[in-house]
């Protein structure tokens, strides 16, 4: 995974528009870029619906790095069989929350050991506000983070997923940063309001963010193509 890389969420409702999008965006001419493939697209109860395996295959087919968004939180065993099944198509990144704890952050690792799939920890969500981390984990958002951060990074994950106007409340030793909560500031759909912890693609790299998920702004843009290939060049 290189530095400064965009993963597009592929966020619709059903995997045949997801696929086609995805598609439609597999041509664009740069090696920056990559798939987010979310939960409810991989659990489609859908009576239509392809297998997780299939679904995920027919992204990974479309030559550009894939990552599996589950935010796990469950039995070790149930997580550790999600990971290696992720692990088997060559996924390059899967995750769980911080809050699992280091033994099943650690299990999960240990499972994916001589593959390339890479393990990320999911800090605090960017929909979240300090009200919702008081309640929480009886701390301020900023400082939420910055444990379960601390959490991800001695428990062995390779990366962590984090807002990026709070990375530089991180005071560790170098690990891979993901943030979700991408704006541009050329985005114009101000309703589009599902986040509350949002920066620009570049004030994510300058915080220190290796790598981003855009999600609205490229889908919901009258031309995706060209809105990707903005924020790619927004990051180079």
């Known amino acids: 995974m290189a530095n400064r890389f965009v993963y597009v969420a592929l966020d619709y409702d059903d995997q045949t528009r997801n696929l086609a999008f995805a598609a439609n965006l597999a041509h664009v001419q740069s090696d920056r870029f990559g798939f987010k493939v979310n939960l409810d697209a991989v659990a489609n109860f859908s009576p239509t619906a392809q297998n997780p395996y299939s679904f995920v295959k027919q992204v990974m087919d479309l030559g550009r790095p894939v990552f599996v968004d589950m935010k796990m939180w469950n039995g070790g065993r149930t997580m550790e069989n999600i990971a290696k099944g992720c692990a088997s198509l060559g996924v390059d990144i899967v995750n769980m929350y911080a809050h699992a704890g280091p033994a099943f952050i650690g ?13 990320f920890a999911v800090t605090v969500l960017t929909h979240y506000t300090d009200s919702d981390t008081q309640r929480l984990y009886g701390c301020s958002l900023a400082e939420a983070a910055k444990r379960l951060g601390k959490i991800g990074f001695e428990s062995g994950a390779d990366g962590l997923i984090m807002p990026a106007n709070h990375i530089g409340d991180m ?9 979700p909560g991408i704006r541009p500031a050329w985005y114009e759909n101000k309703s589009d309001n599902d986040q509350e912890q949002t920066v620009t693609p570049r004030e994510a790299i300058d915080n220190g963010a290796n790598s981003l998920v855009v999600g609205s702004p490229v889908r919901k843009s009258p031309d995706p193509v060209a809105a990707l290939e903005r924020i790619i060049a927004e990051i180079s």
């Not at 999960?108 to 393990?119: N, Y």
């Not at 030793?173 to 993901?178: D, E, G, S």
């Open 107 to 119: 299990r999960v690792k240990d499972s994916l050991r001589g593959t390339q799939t890479q393990l």
């Open 171 to 179: 005071k560790l030793a170098p690990i891979k940063i993901l943030s």
